[in-house]
């Protein structure tokens, strides 16, 4: 059974009609602020990855009665895999006809 979407507005725990949408921030060094995303370009000399080029900016969704929460990625399909970037590609099976 899907999960219901906590971006129509609908909390699917409590059936609250009230859903808060943020963009969660980083903070690292000096307190200045990136935004949260799921994958970074990696860095060409220091090694790590970079947080001025980020793929997949997050934002979040809780429910305003009860916290229930859902993440979201934006652009999912254009965020790089593999292990220069710490992400890992998950195939489960499909079911259906393809959605696009
Ligand atoms: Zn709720």
Redesign the pocket.
């Known amino acids: 059974m899907p999960v219901s979407d906590l971006r129509s507005g609908n909390?699917p725990?409590?059936?609250?009609h009230e859903v808060v949408e943020a963009r969660p921030g980083e903070f690292g060094d000096g307190s200045r602020e990136v935004g949260a995303a799921v994958a970074y370009e990696p860095r060409w000399v220091l090694g790590g990855r970079n947080p001025e080029y980020p793929y997949g900016h997050l934002s979040v969704c809780f429910?305003r009665?009860?916290?229930?929460t859902q993440w979201f990625t934006a652009e999912p399909d254009k965020v790089p895999i593999g292990d220069e970037y710490e992400t890992r590609l998950i195939e489960g099976k499909r079911k259906g006809p393809a959605f696009r």
């Open positions: 909390c725990l409590c059936d609250h429910c009665a009860c916290g229930y």
